[in-house]
């Protein structure tokens, strides 16, 4: 339990950090809860930059720890549930696992939210926690414990659709005014989405994968649709879960894509009418609103050819010399 003083000194550091939130260059809220603040390059939601200056300074990572990585509406949730499935494969059968009865996203904690900073809020047994921060602003124990870490990207021009309906669904679920596909698009373009520029985010990611590749898994998207069964036997030998091929003979991978397949979860009931951060004010959402297509290209149905060139351009520019194509 924490103590009197413990607490005190948690109150002043929240506050010092609101102090200096406060301070920060605001952005466009994006029809949201709040607006989003400047910090070290990047745009946040002044709630989950608090959190993360949180977790900076408290989080003290194992070296057993998984940390899924990734920018908003690129694959998070999805890779959250293939990922907890795996781990937990001897845990749970299929009519037991949790995420028959929770999202995906309340089974993995969210690092900038879930006060995961503190270990009490951790299931010990699963070592998984997520985080929506570039690489630069992760806690430095995550680097320093040499724990793995789980990268995955999109195509910019269907996160950037992903984004835009998944603002809009909130201002509806707010009875707000939403943000209006063009308006969202140039500032999306600007860099100024949440967690933007998502470039910026995905090269700090692949330019550490190249760096430390035993450490830091780059996934796309794209590649995870089209070839799951494929993926998952990588992703978990990589997590030190590998499948046995008795498990392998015995048809376990492809058991746990077909349970986190979209289809799937976005069938379940507690998917369809439940809710997340239920009681936690403008935070809480349907569940529903996780979940929209799963498809690659929509953006088609939504982008003009003109946007779609101009983000392909910006994203040649921005990955240039990377080696990196999306
Ligand atoms: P769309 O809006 O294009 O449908 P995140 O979890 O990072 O917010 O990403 C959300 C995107 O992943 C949404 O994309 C959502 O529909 C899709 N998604 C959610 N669950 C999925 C699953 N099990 N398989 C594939 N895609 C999924």
């Known amino acids: 339990m924490e103590s009197h003083i413990e607490i005190q000194n948690e109150d002043a550091l929240q506050k010092s950090f609101k102090e200096m939130i406060s301070t920060l260059p605001k952005g466009n809220c994006w ?9 070290q390059g990047f745009w946040f939601f002044s709630t989950f930059l608090q959190g993360a200056l949180s977790a900076q300074q408290q989080f003290q990572a194992q070296p057993t720890d998984i940390i899924l990585c990734s ?19 001897t845990l749970y059968d299929d009519s037991t696992t949790p995420l028959l009865s929770k999202m995906p996203h309340d089974v993995v904690p969210f690092m900038e939210f879930d006060h995961a900073q503190f270990s009490t809020n951790r299931h010990l047994g699963i070592p998984l926690l997520a985080t929506h921060l570039p690489y630069s602003l992760l806690p430095r124990s995550i680097i320093d414990s040499g724990c793995k870490l789980i990268y995955i990207c999109r195509d910019p021009k269907d996160t950037f659709v992903s984004l835009y309906h998944f603002a809009a669904r909130y201002s509806k679920s707010q009875n707000t005014q939403p943000i209006q596909l063009d308006e969202a698009f140039e500032l999306f ?6 967690y933007g520029p998502y470039w910026d985010h995905v090269l700090g990611y692949w330019k550490a994968s190249l760096e430390h590749p035993d450490k ?5 998207y794209e590649e ?7 993926y998952l036997k990588k992703i978990a030998a990589y997590m030190g879960y590998p499948f046995s091929s008795e498990e392998q003979q015995q048809w376990v991978p492809e058991n746990i894509v077909k349970m986190c397949s979209f ?3 976005s069938g379940l009931e507690v998917n369809k009418t439940g809710r997340h951060r239920e009681g936690q004010g403008n935070l809480g959402l349907e569940n529903n609103i996780y979940f929209r297509k799963g498809k690659p290209g929509d953006w088609k149905n939504y982008l003009t050819t003109e946007m779609a060139q101009r983000l392909d351009q910006r994203t040649m520019q921005k990955l240039s010399g990377s080696g990196l194509s999306l």
């Open 71 to 89: 920018s908003p509406r690129t694959g998070t949730a999805w890779l959250k549930s293939l990922t907890f499935a795996t781990i937990t494969r």
């Open 31 to 39: 029809g949201c809860f709040e607006d989003l603040c400047q910090y």
């Open 263 to 265: 289809e799937n979860l």
């Open 216 to 220: 830091l898994m780059f996934l796309k």
């Open 224 to 230: 995870l649709v089209e070839d799951t069964v494929l």
């Open 189 to 194: 373009y600007e860099g100024g989405s949440p």
